[in-house]
C-alpha cells in the first residue's frame, strides 16, 4: 500500500549534519587523547576509539535505512557497503576522517536521493490508480510539489479526482518531497518525467567527481605517485663491522628488507629520498646504493614504509635472524610516517 506504513523524515535532523558533527567529536576524542586527558589503562588505542565514532556512523545510518524502508534498495546498500568497507580499510585517524567525509557524505546523499525517488513512485502510483488517467488526452501532465509545508497539485486536465487529491495531500511521503514532481500521460498510462533539477544534478556530478579523485588518490598512493602518510616504521640501516662493502652486502640485505616488507602488507616504502614503484631498482655500485638510479646516502641507510607496524617488524625479524644478513637495523615503530611522492614522467 502506498500510504500505509511509510515514514517521512520530519522532525529528524540532517543526515549530514549528524555526520558533521561525528567528524568533529572524533577529532575532539583524538585530541583529548592525544593530550592524555582521556586515557585510561587498558582501553582502546586512538586508532581504534575513531574508527567506533565512524563505526557509530554507519549504525546511525543504518538506522535511518531501517526507518525508511530502505533495506532492499540496491543503491543505498551498495553505498552502505563501500562507507564500510573504507573504514576497516583505513590505517590511520586522518584516513578515517576522510573516509567519514567523503563516503559517510555520499551515504547520506545517496539514502535521501532514493528517498526522494520512493516518494515520486508513490506519487505516480496514487495518479495512476485514477480513473481518468486512460481517457487523458497524450501529453497530459499532473505536477506534484510542496510549497511552505503545503501538497499543491496543478492540473489542467482535470485527470486527477478530488479523492485521489486528498490521498495525494494526506501521505506522509508526498509531503516530505524536496523536488517537484511531474507526471504524463504517455499511451493511456501515467509516467514520471524527469524530475532531477539542474542543481541536483551539479552535486550528484560533484559527488562522482569527487569519488572519482578519491579513487585516483588512492590508486596514486599505491602506485608510489602521490604523498602517503599513516602508520608504519622507519628503519635505518648499517653495515656490519665484519661484513665488507665488496661483498655487495647492502644491497642484497636492502632488497630483501623491502621484498619482506611488502610480503607484510606495506602500503608503500621509501629508501633515502627514493619512494619505491613498481620499476624501481636498488643496486650497490662500489660505496654507493642506487635506488632509482639515484645516490642515497649509506650510513645510514634510512627505510620508511607504511603499514602496519608491529607486522612490519614482525616480517622484519624472519630476515634479521638469518645467519647471511650483514646489516645492524635500528627499527622505529611510529603512528606517522610521510613518504614523498615518486615524479611522474
Given at each position: 500500500?502506498?500510504g ?9 535532523l ?21 593530550t ?7 582501553e ?13 556512523l554507519?549504525?546511525f ?13 540496491a ?5 552502505m557497503?563501500?562507507?564500510?568497507f573504507e ?6 585517524g ?6 567519514m567525509?567523503?563516503y559517510?557524505?555520499n ?8 528517498l ?13 490508480q ?5 481517457k ?8 506534484v ?9 496543478e ?7 478530488l ?25 493511456g498510462k ?11 544534478q ?22 608510489g ?20 662493502l ?14 619482506e ?26 660505496d654507493?646504493?642506487l635506488?632509482?638510479?639515484?645516490a642515497?646516502p ?7 614504509a ?9 616480517a ?8 647471511y644478513?650483514?646489516l ?9 610516517v ?8
Amino acid at each position: 500500500m502506498v500510504g500505509g506504513n511509510a515514514q517521512g523524515s520530519r522532525g529528524k535532523l540532517d543526515p549530514w549534519l549528524i555526520a558533521l558533527m561525528a567528524i568533529i567529536l572524533v577529532n575532539v576524542i583524538v585530541l583529548a587523547r592525544s593530550t592524555q586527558l582521556l586515557r585510561r589503562p587498558g582501553e582502546v588505542s586512538e586508532l581504534e576509539a575513531v574508527r567506533q565514532g565512524a563505526v557509530a556512523l554507519a549504525d546511525f545510518h543504518a538506522k535511518e535505512i531501517s526507518e525508511l524502508d530502505l533495506e532492499n534498495n540496491a543503491a543505498v546498500r551498495d553505498a552502505m557497503a563501500k562507507y564500510r568497507f573504507e573504514v576497516e580499510q583505513a590505517l590511520t585517524g586522518d584516513e578515517i576522517a576522510k573516509a567519514m567525509s567523503i563516503y559517510g557524505r555520499n551515504l547520506s546523499d545517496v539514502i535521501q536521493r532514493e528517498l526522494q525517488l520512493k516518494r515520486e513512485q508513490v506519487v505516480l502510483s496514487l495518479v495512476n490508480q485514477e480513473p481518468g488517467v486512460a481517457k487523458a488526452k497524450e501529453g497530459a501532465t499532473v505536477t506534484v510539489q510542496v510549497e511552505n509545508g503545503k501538497v499543491r497539485i496543478e492540473d489542467p486536465e482535470d485527470i486527477v479526482s478530488l479523492e485521489t487529491e486528498q490521498k495525494l495531500e494526506k501521505n506522509r511521503l508526498v509531503q516530505d518531497l524536496t523536488e517537484m514532481v511531474q507526471i504524463q500521460i504517455r499511451n493511456g498510462k501515467a509516467k514520471l518525467l524527469t524530475t532531477r533539477s539542474l542543481p541536483a544534478q551539479v552535486h550528484t556530478l560533484r559527488q562522482e567527481i569527487n569519488a572519482a579523485q578519491a579513487a585516483l588518490q588512492q590508486a596514486l598512493q599505491a602506485g608510489g605517485f602521490a604523498e602517503l602518510t599513516g602508520s608504519g616504521l622507519i628503519i635505518k640501516a648499517r653495515q656490519s663491522p665484519g661484513q665488507a662493502l665488496i661483498e655487495n652486502v647492502l644491497g642484497y640485505d636492502l632488497r630483501d628488507i623491502v621484498n619482506e616488507l611488502f610480503a607484510a602488507g606495506a602500503r608503500g616504502i621509501q629508501v633515502g629520498s627514493e619512494r619505491l614503484i613498481a620499476t624501481s631498482s636498488i643496486r650497490a655500485v662500489g660505496d654507493n646504493i642506487l635506488v632509482n638510479h639515484q645516490a642515497v646516502p649509506t650510513e645510514p641507510v634510512e627505510v620508511r614504509a607504511v603499514g602496519d607496524p608491529e607486522v612490519l617488524a614482525s616480517a622484519l625479524d624472519l630476515i634479521t635472524h638469518s645467519p647471511y644478513f650483514g646489516l645492524i637495523l635500528d627499527v622505529q615503530k611510529r603512528q606517522t610516517v610521510t613518504l614523498s611522492a615518486h615524479p611522474l614522467e
